[in-house]
Nanobody, 126 residues
Framework: QVQLEESGGDSVQAGGSLRLSCTAS???????MAWFRQAPVKEREGVAV????????HYTDSVKGRFTISRDNAKNTLYLQMNSLKPEDSAMYYC????????????????????WGQGTQVTVSS
């Protein structure tokens, strides 16, 4: 049984930092892991992707230079370090994972990921 469980969401002021964690259980050798977010009345957005076995990372433009995705394979845990947070970063953040090969043009699309966590809320106040 594959499970992904996020934690670390909180309410912070603009300019602050948070680190989200996603712990995987069951089969954990995913090729790709990613963070998505969804704010009320907005579409789900891919934020960051990591290729598990090469460590390559990719970010959506709005978070480049502020967010860092990383993975500790020994702990089966995915992280998202978020710095210089802005009110527009407020959203439910989801961890996702998949085994299939992905192209750069599609790796931020939710339909590319089969396994999902339940989400953790991030709220950034101005």
């Amino acid at each position: 049984q594959v499970q992904l469980e996020e934690s670390g969401g909180d309410s912070v002021q603009a300019g602050g930092s948070l680190r989200l964690s996603c712990t995987a259980s069951g089969y954990t050798y995913y090729n790709y892991m990613a963070w998505f977010r969804q704010a009320p009345v907005k579409e789900r957005e891919g934020v960051a992707v990591i290729y598990s076995f090469g460590g390559n990372t990719h970010y959506t433009d709005s978070v480049k230079g502020r967010f860092t995705i990383s993975r500790d394979n020994a702990k089966n845990t995915l992280y998202l370090q978020m710095n210089s947070l802005k009110p527009e970063d407020s959203a439910m953040y989801y961890c996702a994972a998949d085994f299939r090969t992905k192209a750069i043009g599609t790796m931020f699309e939710g339909r590319e990921y089969y396994y999902w966590g339940q989400g953790t809320q991030v709220t950034v106040s101005s």
